[in-house]
């Protein structure tokens, strides 16, 4: 699957990495997201991440408009899991958006 509409997140040692904004949106979901990571404690850096460096990372996660913050299962030959930063981050910003949204259905 693509996601040329979303932004990618890794998970190493307890420790969120996500690429620099320099080239592509820096979309509001990933601002929401680390936000609600650095509510949590949790240190985020963002820099150039290598395709060879996907065996060390723990956690992946994609963030967008329409994924919201979905978890990602594989990149090729590289396997992740649904670890605890990557849950409690998808419920947080569920429970973030989720009154929103009704709120916006209901007017």
Same mark, same amino acid.
């Given at each position: 699957?693509?996601?040329?509409? @979303? %932004? +990618?997140?890794?998970?190493? %040692?307890?420790?969120?990495?996500?690429?620099?904004?320099?080239?592509?949106?820096?979309? +509001?979901?990933?601002?929401?997201?680390?936000?609600?990571?650095?509510?949590?404690?949790?240190?985020?850096?963002?820099?150039? +991440?290598?395709?060879?460096?996907?065996?060390?990372?723990?956690?992946?996660?994609?963030?967008?408009?329409?994924?919201?913050?979905?978890?990602? @299962?594989?990149?090729?030959?590289?396997?992740?899991?649904?670890?605890?930063?990557?849950? %409690?981050?998808?419920?947080?910003?569920?429970?973030?958006?989720?009154?929103?949204?009704?709120? @916006?259905?209901?007017?």
């Amino acid at each position: 699957a693509e996601a040329t509409g @979303a %932004n +990618i997140f890794f998970v190493q %040692n307890g420790v969120l990495h996500t690429p620099l904004p320099d080239c592509f949106l820096n979309g +509001i979901t990933r601002r929401t997201v680390i936000g609600l990571a650095k509510q949590r404690g949790l240190k985020v850096i963002e820099r150039a +991440i290598m395709p060879e460096e996907l065996s060390e990372f723990s956690e992946c996660f994609i963030t967008g408009t329409a994924a919201e913050v979905m978890p990602v @299962a594989e990149i090729g030959q590289h396997k992740f899991v649904v670890g605890d930063i990557t849950r %409690n981050l998808m419920d947080d910003y569920s429970a973030l958006v989720r009154p929103a949204k009704a709120v @916006a259905a209901a007017g």
